[in-house]
């Protein structure tokens, strides 16, 4: 995961004997797993997970119950003995073999291939609208990204900043109002896509990449690759040709710019954000800007 995290952190508490006991996981010992699953527990073939939002989980849920994505393993739901996605905060999936690995094209080519497939999904409801002050939870990575978006991106972050901000949220701040200029109209349309694919998928030899839930976004698919992009060049120690060996798709600099803003604010907004994380984010814009 990145420095500072881009998802909410929950605890690795171990699941409660009911939510087994209602999943059928009884008299199973739970192995705690990382972050990738939640800090989830697989109970023989089966990973109980923490959830933030029981409506989004349970949306993702009925979306990987049916999706089918060439090349892709899909952590599958399993509903509890009365049919629920989602028990007293866990949700349940199939468990999939394999860890995070430093396999950046791997990981932008997957995410053609999921948004080829989510295209038509319809928007959630959830999605329909901006979130509002105080941001809480996955609310803060929306907000984020609407403020990525919006024409003066400092007017949704700053309901947020204190007063007396850290240093490292007004230098993310001051680089977001820089970038902001360089943004440019794009056409490419807004479709349903995952947008935090970096360090959540899942290899294991030669099998094929594996996800095991779906963060959603209501954005252009090339937007969601360029996450990946700036997140692998930001953090994940990726070469910098990685930017222009995906610069075939469409509008891929401005896609590269919205995702940058997007994680600079929520390196802005997060409380442990870390000038680790600002650093790297800092040396990516400059290799953005040479594309514009």
Known sequence: MPPGSVRPVLTGVEPP???????????????????????????GDVVLSPVVDAGRAAWSARVRETLVVEGVRLARPVRSTDGRYVVSGWRADTFVDGEPESRHDEVVSLSGRLHAATAQLDRPRFLAHAPAAPYQGGDLFLAADHSAWDAQPSRVLRTQIPEDPPQGALRSLELIGQLGTLRRQVSSPNQLVHGDLFGTVLFSGNLAPAITD?????????????????????????????????????????????????RLAVHALHPRATEEAFLGLARTADMVRMIL
């Open 17 to 43: 004997p009911h939510v087994c006991a209602t999943f059928g996981l009884r008299d199973r010992e739970p192995v705690p797993l990382g972050a990738e699953w939640e800090v989830g527990w697989r109970l």
């Open 214 to 262: 779906i963060t959603p976004y209501w954005r252009p698919a090339g937007w969601a690759a360029a996450v990946v992009v700036v997140d692998s060049l930001a953090w994940g120690g990726a070469d910098d040709g990685l930017i222009g060996r995906w610069e075939d798709i469409p509008e891929w600099p401005q896609m590269l710019l919205r995702a940058l803003m997007f």
